[in-house]
């Protein structure tokens, strides 16, 4: 895929599910689930053990899925994970090394901020999404629609303690797309490989997009 195939593709799927496990076979178990359940996109976190290893076999074995990498706090992981083909560059806070290295690779590049100086550098350095991250714990949907106001042009994600009840509102008050963790993908449905639990929650996100969308 394109640089420009994989933003289409993150704004139309709105919902990036960041997968957070404790070895690589539940990380791999839960991107398959989530994949099944109708969001062929990750955000593998560096946070799990032998994470580059694991996005390089979920290319190979799953081409129709979206992969990229999360929790990508230096240089060297973000050469690592490219090499193993992640299409998107996350952080949870802004680096513009990471973020010039990327937009110099031909790659997304989705780096954190939470203030409107490191939008604004974000943005200056090339930034394809701006992650707003922790976003709920410091105003939530009504701290996005404020960022809007400023910054109408930039495609926000919102991450952070997004959850089924808050994602809509999100959506609807400006962001491109949003972040999603354990309410997504809930440690003990991985734990006990309850497969269905996952594909069930997908599913709902997937509906909350398609619901927003419809023409009124």
């Not at 991250?133 to 400023?150: N, R």
């Not at 909350?208 to 969308?213: C, P």
Request: glycine share 8%.
């Amino acid at each position: 895929m394109t640089k420009q195939q994989v933003r289409a593709r993150i704004e139309e799927l709105a919902i990036v599910p960041a997968v957070r496990a404790a070895n690589a076979e539940d990380a791999l178990f839960a991107a398959e689930a989530v994949s099944r359940g109708g969001l062929p996109i990750v955000e593998l976190t560096m946070t799990v053990p032998k994470a580059i290893e694991v996005i390089a076999h979920l290319i190979k074995k799953h081409p129709h899925m979206l992969v990229g990498a999360g929790t990508v706090l230096d240089l060297e992981t973000a050469r690592a994970c490219l090499a193993a083909g992640a299409k998107f560059i996350s952080s949870p806070g802004l680096d513009l090394g990471i973020v010039e290295f990327t937009v110099q690779a031909g790659v997304i590049a989705m780096p954190g901020a939470l203030t409107p100086t490191e939008i604004m550098a974000a943005v200056k350095a090339g930034a394809d999404f701006v992650k707003i991250f922790p976003c709920s714990q410091v105003g939530g949907v009504d701290y996005l629609h404020a960022l809007k106001g400023p910054f109408p042009n930039v495609s926000f994600i919102a991450a952070g303690g997004v959850n089924q009840q808050t994602a809509g509102k999100y959506l609807a008050a400006g962001a491109t797309a949003v972040g999603i963790g354990t309410d997504l993908i809930p440690p003990r449905a991985i734990t006990i490989r309850e497969a269905d639990w996952i594909e069930e929650l997908a599913r709902r996100y997937v509906h909350t997009v398609k619901y927003l969308r419809q023409p009124e």
